[in-house]
């Protein structure tokens, strides 16, 4: 006599085998979507501190050295208004030592500007640079 077909046993195993086939993929691909909107988010905080460092680098080219200051910029930003909610972003301008960057020293002509942009429950993405005030007449 020939047996045709699955048993039960058979036919159950085989959809538990493809049911954790299925659950192992779906969590990757959960993960994936995850990490792509973690990265997304790492990406804009990146661009909105290259954007408030680029005001200031043209700050200084047009306004002169002087114009960069506290003063002139908030110190701490949320920009959520602008359409990136939890996103703040902070700003640090300080006069530094020519001859270690970590010393502040007034009068030096050297600033180091910092601006930071925290993504909301993550890290922080934080730009730097040094202006001098070099080349101005």
């Known amino acids: 006599m020939k047996n045709q077909g699955f048993t039960f ?4 195993l085989t959809l538990t085998l ?3 086939g299925l659950m192992g993929i779906l969590t990757l691909y959960q993960r994936n979507v995850v990490e792509a909107n973690q990265i997304e988010q790492t990406l804009q905080a990146d661009y909105l501190a290259q954007e408030r460092m680029e005001d200031i680098i043209q700050d200084k080219k047009y306004n002169l050295y002087a114009y960069v200051t506290a003063a002139n910029y908030l110190a701490s930003e949320d920009l959520t208004a602008q359409g990136f909610r939890g996103f703040i972003r902070t700003i640090q301008i300080r006069e530094v030592s020519p001859s270690n960057f970590s010393v502040t020293q007034a009068g030096s002509n050297y600033k180091e500007i910092t601006v930071s942009v925290q993504v909301p429950g993550e890290n922080t993405v934080t730009l730097r640079t040094l202006l001098t005030k070099w080349g101005e007449l």
Do not use: D, Q, R
Not at 9 to 12: D, L, M, S
């Open 9 to 12: 046993i058979e036919a159950v």
């Open 18 to 20: 493809l049911a954790g």
